[in-house]
């Protein structure tokens, strides 16, 4: 069995777009090996959030990763700013992190010139951290998107030079956990490519019927195509794209034919797309209404879950304390 380990922004509630993505793989995935769930805090630091706003925002992600499926019973639930052996590996990793394959990492470059005025170390040893959390528990796989790539190919650099430096063959290299199939892209509701948070196009897992409604009215659409069989502009097939995802085949090959034959009632297919919608998050949202009020339970999952990771975390340290020369008197 493999050790899977992921690691989730601490940033904004989850939306349709994670959902389809990664999320609903996420919970076939721990079915089939040791997963290790983890929320970033200690990464958010680098932007310098609002110390108010922090733990809300963890809170968020953590309801609505439980309520969507990912289950403690199964895997191993924590916050990364729980389990301090990740910033003590954090800290020998970066002994041997170079600061210019650090300054040329692409996330880096992007953060530098977000935020000029606040171009600070933790920022620039970003990638190690990162390696850290994965390496602490040697995790086989992780599961990333495209933008995270070259995060992953720098932990198994940091792990190849680890083990060369000391010589011993002590961190695994990780690889990216494959799906095995495409993953389903959620386009927004404002004809762009991708639904997302900064954005400002998506439908919340949170949202009640009432929002969702409100958003799907608003979405982009036209006066209709007037030649029978044309291609559908973007905004339109995009309506399509999530339509697929939700809404069962026969509704789906219903608007079809209506955009085939020039008969195209927007106001209909939105109808019908904001129900279809409905169906598939309300379950979802109902637990998270649940589960943000369970103080008792939320306590329960992440202290079970940080002596879990801890006992991991801490066979890792130990054995790194000695690679690199620490001794008890
Ligand atoms: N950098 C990841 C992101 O922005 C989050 C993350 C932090 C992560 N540590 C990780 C992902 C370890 C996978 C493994 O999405």
Not at 32 to 55: G, Q, W
Not at 205 to 225: F, H, M, N, Q
Request: proline residues 5%; neutral net charge.
């Amino acid at each position: 069995m493999d050790t899977v380990l992921s690691g989730i922004r601490s940033t904004g509630n989850l939306h349709l777009g994670n959902y389809f993505g990664a999320l609903r793989n996420f919970i076939r995935m721990q079915d089939e090996n040791k997963c290790y769930f983890f929320i970033a805090d200690i990464h958010s630091l680098t932007t310098h959030p609002d110390p108010k706003e922090l733990h809300g925002n963890v809170k968020n992600v953590l309801v609505d990763y439980l309520a969507a499926g990912i289950d403690p019973e199964k895997s191993v639930i924590y916050i990364q700013s729980d389990v301090p052996e990740i910033s003590e590996l954090y800290l020998y990793l970066n002994m041997h992190a170079y600061m210019g394959e650090l300054a040329k990492t692409s996330s880096f470059k992007e953060k530098a010139r977000k935020q000029p005025e606040n171009v600070n170390a933790g920022l620039l040893t970003y990638p190690t951290l990162m390696a850290a959390d994965i390496l602490i528990h040697n995790a086989d796989k992780v599961p990333v998107g495209k933008d995270q790539e070259q995060h992953l190919e720098m932990t198994r650099k940091f792990a190849r030079r680890f083990n060369n430096f000391y010589g011993v063959e002590y961190f695994k290299e990780p690889v990216a956990y494959n799906f095995g199939e495409q993953l389903i892209k959620i386009p927004g509701l404002d004809g762009s490519g991708k639904m997302g948070k900064s954005e400002g196009n998506a439908i919340y897992l949170a949202d009640s019927p009432k929002e969702i409604e409100k958003k799907v009215k608003r979405a982009l659409t036209d006066s209709g195509p007037t030649e029978p069989n044309s291609v559908k502009p973007d905004y339109i097939e995009n309506l399509f794209t999530i339509m697929r995802v939700v809404s069962a085949p026969d509704v789906v090959q219903h608007y079809e034919n209506k955009w085939n034959s020039c008969e195209m009632r927007y106001g209909d297919m939105k109808k019908q797309l904001a129900q279809d919608i409905i169906n598939v998050t309300s379950p979802i949202r109902e637990r998270i209404l649940e589960i943000e009020k369970d103080d008792a339970y939320l306590r329960k999952v992440t202290q079970e879950g940080a002596e879990k990771a801890r006992e991991s975390a801490k066979k890792t340290i130990e054995a790194v304390r000695q690679i690199v020369g620490f001794k008890k008197f």
